[in-house]
């Protein structure tokens, strides 16, 4: 049975020059194609993939990443806005890899766009007055 899932990858430093997502395809029989790249403040390396192929060698494949020390988040967790706690601070604004924060000039007033969240979590542990909740 084929299985297609959409995943987070978070690549310690030591490991982001490493060519490990090569190996899902050479080892693993795997497909994959790569939503979003980046590299985290922390210089923590950050890949949205798709991930497709047969169930048992899926598995296999996640298993060695779990073993390299990759850390592994499925995209059915959500990120959301509890909008009665923020307050606008803008802490959220840069850490955001993929720009989901915007900060309008004018009113101060920072927009929180959710269609481009990946749930990496970086805001949860940057919003000052806990806004941002991880919801499964
Ligand atoms: S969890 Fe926060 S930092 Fe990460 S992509 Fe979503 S909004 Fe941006
Ligand atoms: S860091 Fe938190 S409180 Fe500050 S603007 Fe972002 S969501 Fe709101």
Same mark, same amino acid.
């Given at each position: 049975m084929d299985v297609s899932q959409r995943i987070v990858l978070r690549f310690p430093r030591r490991l982001v020059d490493r060519p490990i997502v090569y190996r899902l395809i050479k080892d693993f029989d795997l497909e994959f194609n790569i939503l979003k790249a980046s590299v985290t403040p922390e210089e923590e390396g950050l890949m949205v993939l798709e991930l497709k192929g047969e169930q048992k060698n899926y598995d296999r494949g996640i298993g060695y990443l779990a073993d390299t020390g990759v850390r592994i988040q499925s995209l059915s967790q959500t990120v959301t806005r509890n909008e009665e706690r923020c307050?606008? /601070?803008?802490?959220c604004v840069t850490i955001c890899p993929t720009e989901a924060f915007v900060l309008d000039?004018?009113?101060?007033r920072v927009a929180f766009d959710?269609?481009?969240? =990946?749930? /990496?979590? =970086?805001c949860i542990k940057t919003c000052p007055p806990r806004a941002m909740e991880l919801r499964f």
């Open positions: 307050t606008q /601070c803008g802490a000039p004018a009113t101060r959710d269609a481009k969240c =990946l749930a /990496c979590g =970086l």
